[in-house]
């Protein structure tokens, strides 16, 4: 049974873009300025994974788009946003999250006190179709999330991390998006916990048609699943391409997943190899 987490819309036209981020500037306090000129896109029902070192400014580029940057004192100084068509960094986040654009934040931040199916219901706060529309979304929500339905009576503070993330995907869906712009994913968990949401992930961007944007460290499972691939390096964006090409790329091979010419470099050698970043020079 596939979750009708959207209306039903005339066919997208190939090639259409979602969210596009043109030279986008993000400033901290006023002085510090931690994006320098930001630009990509994501297509309709695509899967673009956004890859950097901790500190890269994968986070900010998210942020920006879901408007959470003022929280924390930072704000878009140049560049548009785009989302669906219109120029969003100046609506508030849960206008943005009306128009379909939800983000799952890093660390998954459910609400420790409330059971898993009181933290998924929170997802549906924005909407106006009625507690027999939610409820049905609810019980179809469950049909991809089986171990969280296991579990929808505990207090989410109390499951794994892995059904944390579970819930906190979950959620979202609860809002009806159109995007999910996910961070940092498979932060703590386990491999085989990782595989299993990344599945998922896989199967809620084919059968739902909903776009992602994963933002992660681990370059190796994000390129697996996804298309297209845009690399941060000091909040600039200094490499991108098709999944595959990335991927197989020996740079990247080298510096984000420790390996060169088919052998793992030690951390050491990953050191001296990530100061002088080839592309960068």
Known sequence: ????????TAPAAVNSTILSLNNVEVVYDHVILVLKGVSLEVPVRGIVALLGANGA??????????????????????????????????RSPNELVRRGCVQVMEGRHCFGHLTIEENLLTGAFTRRDGKSAINADLDLVYTYFPRIKERRGAMAGYTSGGEQQMCAIGRALMSRPKMILLDEPSMGLAPQIVEEIFEIVKTLNSKENVSFLLAEQNTYMALKYARYGYILENGRVVMDGDAKSLAENEDVKEFYLGIAEGKRKSFREGKHYKRRKRWLA
Do not use: Y
């Open 1 to 8: 049974m596939s979750i009708a987490m959207q209306p039903k």
């Open 57 to 90: 400014g994968k986070t900010t580029t998210l942020k920006a788009i879901s408007n959470l940057l003022h929280s924390e004192r930072g704000e878009v100084t140049k560049g548009s946003i785009l989302f669906d068509g219109e120029e969003v960094q100046a």
